[in-house]
C-alpha cells in the first residue's frame, strides 16, 4: 500500500526557511515523478513543484528561485527546502505521485508564515 507521511511544517517569519520531508512506502519510489501541492484555505490545490524519476526539476513561478526539490531515493523520501517564506506560502502542503491506475496523495502538514 502506498503511503505518505509528511513532516517539517510548522510557523516561520517571512523571509525565513523551512524544510519539508515527505517519507514514501509501498512502491518503487525511484521509479516515479513525485511533486509538492499546496492549498491554501478557499484557494484551489496549486502544484508547486516536481521532480521526475531522472531527478529534473520544475516550479511553480510563484516559489522559482525560493524553493529546491529534491529526492533521496536511498531513503525513499522526498524533500522541500523552502527559503525567503512569505505570507503568501501559507498553506497545507502535500506530497503526491501518479501511477497508471490512480493518484497518492500524503495527509499534508501545515505551513504558516506570519510576523
Known amino acids: 500500500q502506498v503511503q505518505f507521511v509528511e513532516s517539517g511544517g510548522g510557523l516561520v517569519q517571512p523571509g525565513g526557511s523551512l524544510r519539508l520531508s515527505c517519507a514514501a512506502s509501498?512502491?518503487?519510489?525511484?521509479?516515479?515523478?513525485m511533486n509538492w501541492y499546496r492549498q491554501a484555505p478557499g484557494k484551489e490545490r496549486e502544484l508547486v513543484a516536481t521532480?521526475?524519476?531522472?531527478?529534473?526539476?520544475s516550479y511553480a513561478n510563484s516559489v522559482k528561485g525560493r524553493f529546491t526539490i529534491s529526492r533521496d531515493n536511498a531513503k525513499n523520501t522526498l524533500y522541500l527546502q523552502m527559503n525567503s517564506l512569505k505570507p503568501e506560502d501559507t498553506a497545507v502542503y502535500y506530497c503526491?505521485?501518479?501511477?497508471?491506475?490512480?493518484?497518492?496523495w500524503g495527509q499534508g502538514t501545515q505551513v504558516t508564515v506570519s510576523s
Open positions: 503526491h505521485t501518479n501511477t497508471m491506475f490512480q493518484g497518492y
Open positions: 509501498g512502491f518503487s519510489f525511484s521509479s516515479y515523478f
Open positions: 521532480i521526475t524519476n531522472a531527478g529534473r526539476l
